[in-house]
């Protein structure tokens, strides 16, 4: 896929708002909180919001979002390595591309509970590439590999998630500088790790910090609008 088609969502200027719900929210759940969400919600020009929920949700999030008027874009949370076939329980990339314009694809959860290898990573990113869905690629530091084809990397120091323990803005900056370095198709770094609203702003603030993908704060609609306010 061209770089201008994977870059069809987002813009180098705009700063990437990313709520990873992980395995939380029936689909009546997820139209509760949208519904709340939307009450405090504000679309900002500089920020693309990007909502994953679960496979089960995907659906009605999607047409949620879509019937309502909400200006947030769909990420799903993973694709299955496999094209469209005999792979029970998997949901492709092609599926998922029906409801979903993102993908988060390496989450250090995924590594750890499921062994997924950077080959097979690699997969999912060419699989993800091949229908449109854009990925959102997570490493743990600076060595992890980075496929050829990414342009948005999301930095989650294992230890600062869901631990209340963010890393340093300092050191998030230095991670993007040399992850931007060894990799320079990559237009956009994001953190990931215990952000909230009271401490997104200062990794904002760093220059090579483009955004946040935001786990257990993203759950609560209010905070998350918190959130996206200080963008």
């Known amino acids: 896929m061209r770089s201008e088609e994977v870059s069809q969502f987002y813009h180098m200027g705009q700063v990437l708002i990313v709520a990873n719900w992980k395995s939380n929210k029936t689909s009546v759940e997820a139209k509760a909180y949208l519904s709340d969400f939307t009450k405090n919600y504000e679309a900002k020009g500089n920020a693309e919001v990007i909502i994953c929920p679960s496979f089960t949700s995907l659906q009605a999030v999607s047409e949620f979002v879509l019937s309502n008027g909400i200006d947030v874009k769909i990420g799903a949370q993973n694709i299955s390595p496999f094209t469209d076939g005999a792979y029970t329980g998997e949901i492709s990339a092609k599926q998922a591309s029906e409801f979903a314009s993102y993908v988060i694809i390496g989450h250090s959860e995924r590594r750890e509970n499921f062994g997924e290898s950077d080959e097979l990573l690699s997969r999912k990113v060419e699989l993800a590439l091949s229908t449109g869905l854009v990925p959102i690629f997570c490493i743990q530091n600076e060595n992890t590999f980075v496929p050829e084809s990414v342009k948005i990397v999301a930095y989650e120091p294992i230890e600062a998630i869901g631990t209340g323990n963010p890393d340093t803005p300092e050191d998030t900056q230095k991670v993007a500088t040399q992850v931007k370095s060894k990799n320079p198709?990559?237009?956009?770094?994001?953190?990931?790790?215990?952000?909230?609203?009271?401490?997104?702003?200062?990794?904002?603030?760093?220059?090579?910090?483009?955004?946040?993908?935001?786990?257990?704060?993203?759950?609560?609609?209010?905070e998350f609008s918190s959130i996206i306010k200080q963008c």
Do not use: C, M
Not at 198 to 204: A, H, Q, T, Y
Not at 214 to 221: E, F, H, I
């Open 185 to 222: 198709q990559v237009e956009h770094v994001l953190y990931g790790g215990s952000v909230t609203s009271e401490n997104v702003r200062v990794f904002l603030d760093k220059p090579d910090i483009a955004g946040v993908l935001v786990g257990g704060a993203s759950l609560d609609p209010i």
